[in-house]
């Protein structure tokens, strides 16, 4: 593909970034997805700490690879070891935490990769936000819907009782609050169906959004 006769964009100022343009890249999405027969999206994955978020954006990770499919997991606990490791867990924190993984996430969309991200991010405004970056239909939300009993009886690094404890402030479901999805794409009963029922659930709906090929 030819590069673009404008590669650069207007200058401006983005924030406290000044005299700065938007290059245009030489390949662009829609010929990355046309070289890999697919195209790219965000999926947002949602819920409290132990539904499940991470197991299942990992295992329909695996199930896209095993596709051929270009995708990559962005994991709330892994971006915090780089990324965000100067952040911690207040409402402003988060905010921030959630603002740059949806900037992180449009750079994926736009290399033409099914990017997963497995994140809390309890506050409907901020992932609202991270919508709002990218087309309509790109944006996938999808709640892992477990209760809260259910999520403290999975809870291997003992965090929940360490919240009741009063030993972690600011933690979701317990001394902050989960504004759950009220019309996500997809709500998966995290708590009570299969991971393989969960896979399949966003797997067919990635299929019925032509997003990925139909099963062979």
């Known amino acids: 593909m030819a590069a ?29 997805a046309q070289r890999r027969g697919h195209r790219s ?13 991470s197991t299942l954006a990992n295992a329909v990770n695996a199930a896209l690879f095993e596709q051929g499919l270009a995708c990559y997991v962005l994991d709330g606990d892994n971006i915090r070891h780089g990324l965000c490791k100067d ?10 935490n959630i603002r740059r993984i949806g900037e992180v996430s449009k750079l994926f969309l736009d290399a033409g990769v099914v ?7 309890p ?13 309509a239909g ?20 003992g965090l929940y009782a360490k919240a009741r404890a009063g030993e972690i402030k600011d933690f979701t479901g317990i001394s902050s609050p989960y504004e759950a999805p009220e019309a996500p794409e997809l709500r ?3 708590g009570s169906q299969t991971l393989e029922q969960s896979v399949e659930l966003v797997l067919e709906h990635l299929r019925s959004a032509g997003i990925i090929p139909q099963a062979g």
Not at 138 to 157: G, M, N, S
């Open 123 to 135: 506050f409907k405004a901020d992932r609202d936000r991270a919508r709002a970056l990218v087309a």
């Open 41 to 53: 999206a965000i999926l947002w994955f949602t819920g409290l700490s132990g539904s499940g978020k």
């Open 87 to 96: 952040l911690g867990f207040s409402d402003a924190d988060r905010e921030e």
């Open 115 to 121: 990017v997963l991200t497995a994140f809390v991010s």
């Open 138 to 157: 790109d944006f996938i939300e999808i709640h892992c819907a477990a209760d809260l009993d259910v999520c403290e009886q999975r809870d291997t690094k």
């Open 4 to 32: 673009p006769s404008a590669p650069y964009g207007d200058v401006t100022t983005q924030g406290a970034s000044t005299n700065i343009a938007w290059h245009h890249a030489s390949v662009d999405r829609a010929a990355r």
């Open 188 to 190: 998966v009963d995290t």
